[in-house]
């Protein structure tokens, strides 16, 4: 079946300019994640999505990042006059479940390709 | 603190099995063992993961020792295209996912 999709896959945008990175999570997935991967680095959570609501915000980096979901599906992160040190691979996942057993099938969490974004 | 332990590098021959230790000798009982793979430059790739019991899907096997203390990633028959960073976790219900360094594995010819 289709796995989670992102768009762009790359984007080059100047200093102060505004971005929007999208992501479609794989069908029936209820919960959706942004993370955020600098070059040679680990990988950095900046929000999670439970259907269409974001309890934990608490990974993004500034007031200049925001996300939405709507309709339990696709999902849209938004970097307002973005920064040279806001390039990065901004990756989603998603899973089909949220806060079960722990850990388990249903919370696998399954990634996109990526964003690749550069700042100039 | 690192929750598990893997080696740096290795290299294996394309056509034989690839078999990547990973050290979770404080893994609590209700943690799961993960794997996930990194090719360059694309997004991480879920590979298996097991509680107790050894694991096998089209990808791999994983298997457990008894005291859960470490684990064992079988890629049965290695090709160039499994040259990758491959990542152990443990993990409850923790959503935050967090990657060590991993084991960079080269598949050679």
């Known amino acids: 079946g289709a796995g989670v999709s992102q768009s762009p896959s790359n984007k080059v945008t100047e200093k102060g300019k505004d971005v929007e990175l999208r992501c479609d999570p794989i069908?029936?997935?209820?919960?959706l994640y942004w993370y955020r991967q600098r070059l040679g680095q680990g990988l950095e959570f900046l929000i999670y999505?439970?259907?269409?609501?974001?309890?934990?915000k608490s990974g993004l980096p500034s007031d200049r990042f925001s996300a939405e979901r709507t309709g339990e599906s696709v999902s849209t992160l938004t970097i307002q006059r973005t920064q040279q040190e806001d390039s990065a691979v901004y990756l989603c996942?998603?899973?089909?479940?949220?806060?079960?057993?722990?850990?388990?099938?249903?919370?696998?969490?399954?990634f996109g390709p990526g964003t690749r974004l550069l700042v100039l | 603190d690192a929750k598990t332990t893997q080696p740096t590098s290795m290299d294996c021959a394309e056509g034989r099995a690839a078999n990547l230790p990973c050290n979770h000798s404080?893994?609590?009982?209700?943690?799961?063992v993960y794997w996930y793979r990194q090719i360059h430059s694309q997004g991480p790739q879920y590979i298996i993961h097991?509680?107790?019991n050894n694991e096998t899907n089209e990808m791999a096997s994983l298997i457990i020792t008894e005291d859960r203390k470490s684990s064992t990633l079988i890629l049965p028959h290695a090709t160039l295209r499994d040259t990758a960073v491959y990542y152990c976790?443990?993990?409850?219900?923790?959503?935050?996912?967090?990657f060590g360094a991993g084991t960079t594995v080269t598949v050679r010819a």
């Open positions: 069908s029936g997935h209820t919960a």
């Open positions: 996942a998603s899973s089909l479940a949220f806060g079960l057993a722990g850990g388990g099938e249903q919370e696998t969490q399954y």
């Open positions: 976790i443990v993990r409850d219900n923790d959503y935050k996912l967090s």
């Open positions: 097991g509680l107790k």
């Open positions: 404080t893994i609590s009982g209700n943690e799961y």
């Open positions: 999505f439970q259907g269409n609501s974001a309890p934990d």
